[in-house]
């Protein structure tokens, strides 16, 4: 069993959404959680991420979790959605550095590193959110794939 944790900030748009898109896959042998570096714990996801989710016929029931030791030991791999997300995570949880890499780099995608915050932003920042990881999603379960 592959364990995938999705880390983000707040646990309230991006990683809950690329877990229920990762989720939403059903394929055998992946577990996938997420957690946030400054989440409060038992909050919804965010208003406009589950509006996208349902627009996207993915169910999905989410309460935010502060990422603790218990997530980083549970996950084979850790994929932040930023640069800086990476880096504290290495900061903090020194034994856990050789498996968090950022959602980009783990695909392979040239350039920037981050996938963009809507935090706060419209529906339409939102849905575009939504299409980059789901496009990431699905290089990461080839690469994935490839690896088993």
């Given amino acids: 069993m592959r364990h995938i944790l999705f880390v983000c900030t707040g646990n309230t748009c991006r990683s809950p ?7 939403h896959k059903n394929i055998d042998g992946i577990e996938v959680k997420s957690a946030g570096i400054f ?10 991420a589950k509006q996208v989710l349902e627009e996207n016929e993915i169910s999905y029931a989410h309460s935010s979790q502060l990422l603790t030791d218990a997530e980083i030991n549970w ?7 930023t640069l800086s997300h990476k880096r504290s995570i290495q900061q903090h949880y020194l034994h ?8 980009k780099e783990f695909c392979g995608v040239p350039g920037g590193l981050d996938v963009i915050d809507p935090y706060g932003g419209s529906l339409e920042q939102y849905q575009s959110t939504f ?3 789901e496009a990431l999603i699905d290089k990461a379960i080839q690469k994935i794939a490839i690896e088993n």
């Fill in 17 to 23: 959404m690329a877990a229920a898109i990762l989720k």
């Fill in 75 to 81: 996950a084979d791999l850790i994929l932040t959605m």
């Fill in 39 to 48: 989440a409060a714990n038992g909050t919804d996801a965010s208003a406009h």
């Fill in 131 to 133: 299409h980059e990881l």
């Fill in 96 to 103: 856990a550095s050789d498996k968090v890499l950022t959602l």
